[in-house]
T-cell receptor, first 114, second 112 residues
């Protein structure tokens, strides 16, 4: 089974703090994604990566950055956390083959910014 | 053009009934239409998916109906069970999955 592990289930941070969300996958997938999930808005893509050290902006990248130094690990960074970044954050990975668009998700990190 | 519109937002169905969730898209470049199921405290997981060259796909009690001309697709859950209670997301994908747009989600509750 594919396993995508997010390091924290719950996080509480203060406004202005730098926040790191970590994600690790164990299936040697080329592609990794970060989404945020908000009620009534579905899942919105923040950033994705198709290879080590490669990254592409998604639909809502403002206020976020990412890092992918190793194939299995994809980190989401909130440079200066704000209250409007309180949300559920989901990491996903998928194989590199074009025919396989299936994404495998972690359990999520619920972040509260006070 | 990038939106996927999903309805209803929430759905209550009696055990044994049929649950129907509808989605519509605009961009004809989408070439893969998955449905994800999410239980509380878990991440979404792929339930069933379809490509636009077929009109229907069935896996057990779950069926996707796809209408390419209307740019609509729907999920039917036959003989709905309390264990099906979850949030369901439709999605539309292209570019090998790099561009996947999710619907807003439908919270399904199946009454015992």
């Amino acid at each position: 089974d594919v396993k995508v592990t997010q390091s924290s289930r719950y996080l509480v941070k203060r406004t202005g703090e730098k926040v790191f969300l970590e994600c690790v996958q164990d299936m040697d997938h080329e592609n990794m994604f970060w989404y945020r999930q908000d009620p009534g808005l579905g899942l919105r893509l923040i950033y994705f990566s198709y290879d080590v050290k490669m990254k592409e902006k998604g639909d809502i990248p403002e206020g976020y950055s990412v890092s992918r130094e190793k194939k299995e690990r994809f980190s989401l960074i909130l440079e200066s956390a704000s209250t409007n970044q309180t949300s559920m954050y989901l990491c996903a990975s998928s194989p590199g083959q074009i025919a396989k668009n299936i994404q495998y998700f972690g359990a999520g990190t619920r972040l509260s910014v006070l | 053009q990038q939106q996927v519109k999903q309805s209803p937002q929430s759905l209550i169905v009696q055990k044994g009934g049929i649950s129907i969730i509808n989605c519509a898209y605009e961009n004809t470049a989408f070439d893969y239409f998955p449905w994800y199921q999410q239980f509380p405290g878990k991440g979404p997981a792929l339930l069933i998916a379809i490509r636009p060259d077929v009109s229907e796909k069935k896996e057990g009690r779950f069926t996707i109906s796809f209408n390419k001309s209307a740019k609509q697709f729907s999920l039917h859950i036959m003989d709905s069970q309390p264990g099906d209670s979850a949030t369901y997301f439709c999605a539309a994908s292209m570019g090998g999955g790099f561009k996947t747009i999710f619907g807003a989600g439908t919270r399904l509750f199946v009454k015992a």
